[in-house]
């Protein structure tokens, strides 16, 4: 399904994340799950977000920063079922970009990435909210729902949440919250 994205789907660099890094947690070690390209990566470590960085990524991009030397290791593969061999308390910031929504089980794998996080380390996610006024005035008013190729109907997505329930959540598993 992601081969039929469109290249620039997997490009864009998500600087709105990095500004969400405190200062105390630049120039550390970054590790982001659904990298991409790697575009966010290499801008984080050229424009002082972190000093070492790390990738993982499903598939393959054929002309992006995949293959760079700036990169200590980017992976190719399933996140969810890939043995991932870093160090504990290893990364200063761990970055899930509009990701957990892709996963079978992102509680699960929020959990194991809990484990590579440096105990004043932070976690940065985005996802999607289906409370969004345009989505629920389409549901409610429209009886509508469609896919879309991209954004918070993907078609791609294979969960939708809101808000609430990841702060649970993240709560129980005592990771710190920046809302």
């Not at 290499?42 to 393959?60: F, R, V, W």
């Not at 043995?83 to 290893?90: A, D, E, G, H």
């Not at 409370?131 to 969960?159: A, C, M, P, Q, W």
Request: overall charge neutral.
């Amino acid at each position: 399904m992601y081969e039929e994205k469109e290249k620039s789907y997997f490009e864009s660099v998500r600087v709105e994340l990095l500004e969400l890094i405190p200062e105390k947690n630049r120039q550390g070690n970054m590790l982001e799950i659904g990298a991409g390209s790697g575009s966010t990566l290499i801008h984080a470590k050229q424009n002082g977000y972190a000093k070492k960085i790390y990738g993982i990524e499903l598939n393959k991009i054929e002309n992006s920063y995949q293959n760079s030397d700036e990169f200590e290791e980017f992976l190719i593969g399933n996140v969810e079922t890939m043995k991932l061999l870093f160090k504990k308390n290893q990364f200063d910031v761990i970055l899930c970009g509009d990701l957990l929504e892709h996963l079978t089980d992102p509680y699960t794998l929020v959990s194991v990435l809990k484990n590579y996080l440096k105990n004043d380390g932070v976690f940065i996610a985005s996802l999607p909210n289906i409370r969004y006024f345009s989505i629920l005035k389409d549901l409610v008013i429209n009886g509508d729902f469609k896919y879309t190729e991209r954004g918070i109907l993907d078609k791609t997505h294979l969960r939708f949440s809101v808000k609430k329930i990841w702060l649970i959540y993240l709560f129980k598993m005592d990771i710190k919250l920046t809302v």
